[in-house]
């Protein structure tokens, strides 16, 4: 048998990698693992927990403005970018500690620097060469940013964090989830802001009448939505402003903008070509059911493989291969059924199972139920902001395919239904259950009649 440096070497200490990592130096294999960035990936540094932390003081304004109808009297507000930036810096500073100790204490090997491998069973990090018996890429994914005139004024995700100063006119161009988000921070902190969307209606793949309801919403929330829109050039004013120029003819003045047209798998100059590791037309990594690739000793996971480019289901993959290759399980197959998401737009969409407009290709009679209402809170609060919650069900088993909401903490609720969902649950289930009042959530089980079929 060889003699290797390392039993499993990681390149990547993002969230799949890191929890890969430690699970496998728990059970006493010998681990390496290399990050050129930062620990944690971009969920933590600028993904998920800033962005959470950003929709989160996104909404105080409407709460200030709303509390009036509560019989409170707030005094002039004022909204101060570099407390909130410098605050949220600190706190990831903060985790990227735990992440280091975690992996430390967990007896992995941390090495910093970039991963390249050599062959297959070589990385090479800054002039230093480990030999492995199998290599796991967990590299995750990058910003896309296409290539137009101007392209160097524009930011992405990574660099909105970290703005020196808070812009007065945002333009956020995309219509996928992290633009819908973003949107809704810069105009709760205040921004003047336009969405740009080449599309029709943005969030593709979510349930059409989920689109339509959230669009509806958003608008409410001062975001200007621009669709089958495009920006042709950006061109910089001598005043520091942005001017740009759309194919639909407009002209808008910015101070920032912001590109969240997608993200692609973070696969340049690892030694992915050198290997001969089989890799999709975007760059993802070509992986079998066990996360293997073409060459057998590399394995991969996470965004980089471009499955389901969530937080979670790395975490799920990483438990998944190390019960395969450390604890005898037959293979590493993760259930990406029944997934359950969010956005956190302002209102915020939840989301399990099936849209209507997949139920109605895969099912031959379903009905449809919908609640469209105004949230008690806003009895008072004076806001027109409204509520979407949907159920889809086969008529047949009368099995719950879909639930959506839009409306406040709807992944909260969703996830606990999404729990409903994976086990099977019925529309009797939910007929049966006893609603908690009052709460917009009991709305799931008090909705007797379908509103279509």
Not at 204 to 226: C, I, M, P, S
Not at 306 to 323: F, H, K, S, W
Not at 366 to 372: F, G, K, T
Not at 437 to 444: G, L, Y
Request: net charge negative.
């Amino acid at each position: 048998m060889a003699d290797f440096d390392f039993d499993l070497f990681v390149i990547g200490a993002g969230s799949g990698g890191v929890r890969t990592a430690r699970m496998a130096a728990a059970k006493g294999v010998k681990v390496a693992i290399t990050e050129d960035l930062y620990l944690g990936g971009t969920c933590v540094n600028v993904g998920c927990v800033p962005k959470k932390l950003f929709v989160y003081s996104s909404h105080y304004a409407d709460d200030f403005q709303e509390a009036q109808g509560f019989g409170w009297s707030v005094g002039e507000t004022r909204f101060d970018w570099p407390t909130l930036r410098d605050n949220k810096t600190k706190e990831i500073e903060r985790l990227n500690g735990i992440y280091k100790n975690m992996l430390v204490n967990s007896g992995c090997t941390l090495i910093t620097g970039r991963g390249v491998m050599i062959d297959e069973h070589t990385v090479e990090v800054a002039g230093k060469q480990y030999t492995a018996e199998r290599i796991l890429v967990a590299t995750g994914g990058w910003p896309f940013i296409p290539d137009i005139p101007g392209k160097e004024h524009i930011i992405s995700s990574n660099e909105v964090f970290f703005l020196d100063e808070f812009p007065k006119r945002a333009v956020v161009v995309g219509g996928g989830y992290i633009a819908v988000e973003f949107a809704g921070i810069f105009a709760g902190l205040g921004a003047k802001t336009d969405l740009i969307y080449r599309g029709d209606l943005f969030l593709r793949g979510f349930d059409q009448e989920v689109r339509e309801f959230t669009a509806k919403e958003v608008a409410k929330k001062h975001v200007n939505l621009n669709f089958n829109c495009d920006i042709t050039s950006i061109e910089k004013q001598a005043d520091g402003s942005l001017l740009i120029s759309t194919n639909d003819g407009q002209q808008i003045e910015a101070d920032c903008v912001m590109y969240a047209t997608g993200r692609k798998p973070k696969v340049e100059g690892i030694g992915l070509e050198a290997l001969g590791v089989e890799q999709a037309a975007n760059g993802a990594i070509v992986v079998n059911n066990n996360f293997q690739t073409s060459v057998p000793s590399v394995y991969a996971l996470g965004d980089v493989i471009d499955r389901i480019q969530l937080t979670p289901v790395a975490l799920a993959e990483g438990m998944a291969l190390v019960n395969h290759l450390y604890n005898d399980a037959s293979n590493a197959d993760v259930d990406y059924d029944l997934i359950a998401t969010a956005v956190f737009c302002q209102p915020n969409i939840g989301t399990v199972g099936l849209s209507e407009e997949q139920a109605r290709e895969q099912y031959d009679n379903i009905d449809v139920y919908v609640s469209d209402f105004r949230a008690m809170k806003h009895t008072l609060s004076g806001s027109d902001e409204r509520t979407l919650m949907k159920m889809i069900v086969d008529k047949a088993s009368d099995k719950v395919l879909g639930v959506h909401m839009v409306g406040p903490e709807a992944g909260e609720i969703i996830q606990g239904i999404a729990i409903a969902l994976k086990a099977g649950a019925t529309k009797a289930v939910f007929d049966s259950t006893i609603g908690i009042h009052p709460t917009a959530a009991e709305e799931f089980v008090t909705m007797r009649t379908a509103t279509r079929s």
